[in-house]
């Protein structure tokens, strides 16, 4: 079993429509993380959730909106996206508080939104 | 100015050569390092810590470098298969070792 999974793996959808991307993590860590990458950028911290409360939101537009019902999983739903929300979605997982504290990343979600 | 930079590349090598590229960062307190691989189209796995003393991995040697702030990623004998994006990471206390990401170097090795 991989340590961190990630479904859908790809997901299109309308502007219009609501979908949701789901993460969980079996290493035990206790933060676990939103990035988004778009081409030729740097990963983007979207969310940040340790020990279930959310302790970053770097200025990410209501249409993302997490969840992080329990340490092992985290949820981003997504509702009426516009076309520059196209990128991957990246989920990670890490011991968070402690130095040199690796990121385990779940192998994301490639999203177009059309 | 950026708080962690990577010359976004593409380095075009040999197969059997060695090549090296470095990362600045800004925050003179960031105390952890890492170097990562991205292969195209899959997620970030750790390649190695970069500690202070410099470090080997096999082919992979990392340094740091605190006075000019940066640090660096040699690889030997370059292998098709290190064909990759790899990206920079810097953490420190102050943020809570939040990790601060470069937007990686692109590294294609040629046969």
């Known amino acids: ?114 | 100015r950026k708080e962690v930079e990577q010359d976004p590349g593409p380095f075009n090598v040999p197969e059997g050569a060695t090549v090296a590229f470095n990362c600045t960062y800004s925050n003179s307190a960031s105390q952890s390092f890492f170097w990562y691989r991205q292969d195209c189209r899959k997620e970030p796995k750790l390649l190695m810590s970069v500690y202070s003393s410099g470090n080997e991995d096999g082919r992979f040697t990392a340094q740091l470098n605190r006075a000019s702030q940066y640090i660096s990623l040699l690889i030997r004998d370059s292998k098709l298969s290190d064909s990759a994006t790899y990206l920079c990471v810097v953490t420190s206390y102050y943020s809570n070792y939040q990790l601060i990401w470069g937007a990686g170097t692109k590294l294609i090795i040629k046969p």
């Open chain 1, 1 to 114: 079993e991989t340590g961190v999974t990630q479904t859908p793996r790809h997901l299109v959808m309308g502007m219009t429509n609501k979908k949701s991307l789901k993460c969980e993590q079996h290493l035990g860590h206790n933060a676990m993380y939103w990035y988004k990458q778009s081409a030729k950028k740097p990963l983007e911290l979207m969310f940040v959730y340790n020990f279930k409360e959310q302790t970053e939101n770097n200025s990410v537009p209501s249409r993302f909106s997490p969840e992080c019902p329990n340490s092992s999983h985290l949820f981003l739903h997504l509702h009426t996206l516009q076309p520059e929300d196209s990128a991957l979605y990246l989920c990670a997982s890490s011991q968070e508080g402690a130095a040199g504290n690796e990121a385990f990343f779940g192998q994301g979600t490639r999203l177009t939104v059309v």
